[in-house]
């Protein structure tokens, strides 16, 4: 693996490992009324799209690191219109 994947991996990595927290503290009180629902609209759309650039370049840092950052923000988005 050279340099720019390895920064590449790191950088997605870090960014998608920063939802954890979000989705862990709604997931154990069951409220998400704090979370901004358009805020979440939003990034999910963004993430999509970086998801189909990374495709798209086939880019795997891009790919995996947006895939899994994809499903953690659907799981907060999903469970905002669940919990409020």
């Known amino acids: ?11 997605g990595g870090l960014t998608t490992v920063s939802l ?7 997931w154990k009180t ?5 979370v901004s629902l358009k805020m979440f609209i ?4 963004g993430v999509a799209l970086w998801l189909t650039y990374g495709v798209l370049q086939t880019e795997i840092p891009i790919i995996v690191t947006n ?18």
């Open 67 to 84: 895939a899994v950052t994809l499903v953690l923000g659907l799981s907060i988005l999903g469970m905002k219109l669940k919990y409020g």
């Open 42 to 45: 939003t990034f999910c759309v």
């Open 1 to 11: 693996m050279d340099l720019t994947t390895a920064l590449g991996l790191l950088a």
């Open 30 to 34: 069951k409220s998400a009324k704090d």
């Open 20 to 26: 954890i927290p979000q989705v862990t503290k709604i």
